[in-house]
C-alpha cells in the first residue's frame, strides 16, 4: 500500500479541515509497523502500514491518555482519531510531537543506534522480523479492535473547538519539553551538548529506563488490555514462539552454538510466570527510547503494549546495554531469578529469527553472543 504525502494531506483535509494548511512531511526514518508523518511544528500522523498493526491504533487512544500522569517520561498522546478514507481501509492517529532523537551509543554513526534506528514515533517492531512467518500471520490474524470513546479520549476523532485535546499544547505553543520557535530539534547539539540520541551515561540511562519500567508496571487498569493478538504475545508466554525458535536454532546450528541456546530457551521456558498481571511496553529497545541532552526524554510506540508478564520489557539488557548498565538496570527493576531467565528468552527468540533470516547480521550475532555467554 502507498502512504504517502498526498494522502496524508487528502486524509487530514477530508477529516480535520481545522489542519488542513499545516506542511507534511516524512519522517526521516520510516517504521515498518506504521507509517509516520509530521503535521505542522508540533503533531505527528501515524497510519498502520498492515492490518496486523491496525489493533494497536485504538489501543494506544484507549490507553496512552491514562498511562500518562503516572510516567516520568512523556509518552505520545493522542489529539485525534482518524477513520478509513482516500482509500485508505484503517483507523489512524494523530498525536502530539516529543520532541528528542532514539537512543545510539556514543560510537554510532550517521544517527544509527548499535541496534536498530527510527524516528520519533516510527520505531521498527520488534515483534516480528518483517518478512518472517510470524511476521505475515500476526500481520493477518490480529483484526481485534477496541472501543476508544472514554472520557480520556477525543470522541469522533475530532478535537473540541479546533483545539486538541488530551493534554496537547495550546496556542500553538509545545509543552512537555516541546522546542520553541515552531520547529523540533530532534535532540540537535546546542552549545556543547550531546549529539542527537547519543547516550552518555549508560547506566544512570539503563537506571531512567528501569524506572519508567516501574512507574509503568504500578499504573492499575484491572488486567486490561490482557496480552495476545494485539501484542503479538508479548506479555503472554514465551511458549508461543517455541515452534519458531527451535526453528531458528536448528537452522543455525555451526552458525552459533545450538546446544548452549537450547539449554537457554529451555530454562526460559521452565522460568514460568505466575505473578500479578502489570503493564508492559512491549518494545523496549532503542529506537522507541527518545534522548536529549544525553538522557532518557520520551518513550514512544506502544503498538504492543498490554497487561500481563513484565519480562518481555527486559530485552534492552542484551541488546543496547553493556555489562555495567546490564546490572544497574537489573538491579533497579529488582526482578527475581525467574523473570530474568524468561527477559533473555525473550532477546534470545527475538535475536535468532532475526539471525536465521539474515546470516550477515553481525550486530545479531553479538547479541547473541552475549546472551549466551553472560
Known amino acids: ?15 480535520f479541515p481545522e489542519w488542513a494548511d499545516l506542511p507534511v512531511s516524512p519522517v526521516a526514518v520510516g517504521g515498518n509497523d506504521n507509517r509516520t508523518f509530521h503535521l ?42 482518524g ?3 482516500a482509500g485508505y481501509p484503517w483507523p489512524w492517529s494523530v498525536n502530539r510531537w516529543l520532541d528528542g532523537a532514539t537512543a545510539r551509543h556514543e560510537t554510532a554513526t550517521d544517527g544509527a543506534a548499535a541496534h536498530g534506528t527510527a524516528t520519533h514515533g516510527a520505531a521498527t517492531r520488534a515483534a516480528a522480523t518483517p518478512g518472517s ?4 500471520a ?21 478535537p473540541t473547538n479546533g483545539a486538541p485535546t488530551n493534554g496537547a499544547p495550546t496556542n500553538g505553543a509545545p509543552t512537555n519539553g516541546a522546542p520553541t520557535n515552531g520547529a523540533p530539534t530532534n535532540g540537535a547539539p546546542t552549545n556543547g551538548a550531546p549529539a542527537d540520541g547519543v ?29 495476545g493478538e494485539h501484542s503479538f504475545w508479548r506479555g503472554a508466554a514465551l511458549s508461543h514462539y517455541d515452534e519458531e525458535t527451535r526453528r531458528a536454532i536448528a537452522a543455525l546450528d555451526g ?9 537457554e530457551w529451555d530454562a526460559a521456558l521452565a522460568a514460568e510466570w505466575h505473578g500479578r498481571p502489570v503493564w508492559f511496553h512491549g518494545d523496549v529497545a532503542n529506537g522507541n527510547l527518545l534522548v536529549r541532552d544525553g538522557r532518557l526524554a520520551g518513550v514512544i510506540d506502544f503498538g504492543t503494549s498490554g497487561v500481563g508478564d513484565p519480562a518481555c520489557d527486559l530485552v534492552i539488557a542484551w541488546t543496547f546495554l553493556d555489562a555495567p548498565a546490564r ?25 535468532l529469527i532475526q539471525l536465521a533470516e539474515n546470516n550477515d547480521n553481525t550486530v545479531v550475532a553479538r547479541e547473541i553472543d552475549v546472551l549466551l555467554g553472560s
Open 1 to 15: 500500500m502507498v502512504i504517502d504525502v498526498a494522502l496524508v494531506r487528502t486524509l487530514i483535509a477530508e477529516q
Open 40 to 81: 505542522g511544528d508540533t503533531m505527528t500522523v501515524r497510519l498502520p502500514s498492515a492490518e496486523g498493526y491496525v489493533a494497536s491504533v485504538a489501543k494506544e487512544q484507549r490507553w496512552l491518555p491514562v498511562l500518562a500522569p503516572h510516567l516520568p517520561q512523556p509518552i505520545p498522546a493522542p489529539l485525534a482519531f
Open 83 to 85: 477513520k478509513p478514507g
Open 133 to 136: 512467518t510470524t511476521h505475515r
Open 138 to 158: 500476526a500481520a493477518q490474524a490480529i483484526t481485534t479492535h477496541h472501543d476508544t470513546t472514554t472520557n480520556d479520549t477525543p470522541t469522533n476523532g475530532a
Open 199 to 227: 547516550v552518555t551515561d549508560l547506566s544512570a540511562f539503563a537506571v531512567d529506563v528501569a524506572e519508567f519500567l516501574i512507574a509503568l508496571q504500578a499504573v492499575d487498569t484491572g488486567g486490561e488490555p490482557a496480552a
Open 255 to 263: 552458525r552459533i552454538d545450538a546446544a548452549k541456546a537450547t539449554a
Open 327 to 351: 546490572t544497574a538496570f537489573r538491579t533497579t527493576t529488582g526482578v527475581d531469578d525467574a523473570t530474568w531467565q524468561r527477559g533473555r528468552g525473550w532477546a534470545l527468540w527475538k535475536a
